[in-house]
């Protein structure tokens, strides 16, 4: 082989390398628009090192550790949160999503909770806690059931599916969560949770 062929050989491995590295580069870059599909039911793991994991002590629970799974997934999520979250959800009994959305609440993060009245009333909901806490709710109480499982973080990310946030939900139902910061698909989200967040203000409702 020529001593020219042998250059050409040589660039065109570096040229492979370089467009290898920029690949890798630009799957890993922080901006990078986040899209996920997570399906359901989940083995039942630990997810206390991802709620809390500032804890000194490890976690003692009966549960298996260190698994990655869809609800771990979607946990994780939930806690990179870094300035508010909009929940928008028909029915809300899992404890463990009520303790990341409590992290959250302590932590300064804006965190606005709509939700169907009716649902907000069983035994197991959550919503009576997160009231408690201080978190800001609002409760739709139409005719018709306020369906809606989605959320809303940072104002830019979408989490959202046929998932209820229940234990039942997570552990035993076939589910889909889709997490996206695609905009187009964002924004009306962004739009109908404020659509019936204003139209369920109790101010205006009690002067209705």
């Given amino acids: ?22 690949v890798c580069w630009l799957r890993r870059r922080p901006d990078t628009p986040v ?3 997570l399906f359901f039911p989940t083995e039942v793991a630990c997810v206390e090192h991802i709620i809390t994991p500032t804890s000194l002590s490890p976690c003692s629970c009966p549960l ?13 999520h939930i806690m990179s949160v870094s300035s508010s979250l ?14 990341a959305v409590l992290v959250l609440h302590s932590r300064g993060i804006a965190v606005r909770v709509l939700t169907d009245k009716d649902y907000s009333l069983i035994t197991g909901s959550q919503i009576g ?9 609002r409760y739709d109480s139409v005719a018709v059931h306020m369906h809606h499982k989605f959320a809303v973080a940072d104002g830019r990310r979408l989490i959202t599916g ?14 889909n969560v889709l997490i996206t910061e ?12 404020q659509r019936l967040w204003e139209a369920n203000d109790p101010a205006q409702l009690a002067i209705a």
């Fill in 86 to 99: 909009d929940l928008c959800v028909f029915s809300f009994s899992n404890t463990l999503l009520s303790r």
């Fill in 129 to 137: 806690f997160l009231r408690k806490a201080g978190i800001c709710v």
């Fill in 1 to 22: 082989m020529s001593v020219w062929a042998l250059k050409v050989v040589g660039l065109g491995a570096v040229a492979l390398t370089l467009i290898v590295e920029l």
């Fill in 35 to 37: 899209k996920e599909v």
């Fill in 64 to 76: 298996r550790h260190g698994i990655e799974n869809s609800f771990s997934r979607l946990i994780r």
């Fill in 162 to 175: 046929s998932m209820n946030w229940t234990l039942t939900a997570v552990q035993n139902n076939k589910e």
């Fill in 182 to 193: 695609e905009p187009d698909l964002v924004r009306p989200f962004i739009q109908e949770f």
